[in-house]
């Protein structure tokens, strides 16, 4: 596959980067991105930067190990996760992770996004997991959001953000967008009531017609096997959750041998 020139992969993510400042997804330092340029090399945001106003020079190239070869600074600290991302799923070439303020607000609260009930967002993303609490930062997340990357293209982390893969920095962000458009959505529905979940053979069709049209995780089904162990409160259980990523419940949840 022949990739944009290293200059216009720099263009997408400084303007991708101060995109999710502008729209509210992260404030501050928080956030980072990456993108791959050619075999074996990255490019991606340095550590302790501000997003809303990032320049070239703030961009850092690294290896796949995550060793730097060029740029000014050190890689992000939350490298390892973006890294767990791209050996995951070789068809990733772009990770974007921010802090959407209310998907945030729904990990906190414990309320789960995996639900199916806008057709838009079965069909483009499918349901979007929480993985359970690690810190941020260290190899344990890392692991679990390559793990789910697996089996989904967007996830939640708890008490901490999003992960958002995709191939260009354009359709991760999209699905970013997507997230917090979805949670907001949500919300307003909650207040005035209830969420109405689609039906579960509808929730399969149109995941199917979304990975038939879009694509999406090379190993995913109709919809991931934790939709199958689901009781309908949107609540996926942690077996099929576990199961649909291919480890273990106790590591999913720090519980366990």
Known sequence: MLRPSETALRRALLRFARLCHERYLLVGMDGNLSVRLSDGLLLCTRAGCHKGLLEDEDLVVI???????????????????HLACYAARPDVEAVVHAHPPTCVAFTVAGVSLAQCVLPEVV??????????????GTHQLADLVGHAIRTHDAVMMDRHGAVCVGPNLLDAFCKLETMEHTAKILLAARQLGQVRELPVDEAEKLRAMGLARYGGPPVAGALPGHCQNCSGCGRPSAEGVAKSAGFSVARLTGRGA
């Open 63 to 81: 290896d796949l190990d995550g060793r730097k070869l060029r740029g000014r600074g050190e890689p992000t600290s939350e490298m390892a996760m």
């Open 123 to 136: 069909l483009t993303i499918g349901s979007i997991p929480t993985l359970e609490y690690q810190r941020t």
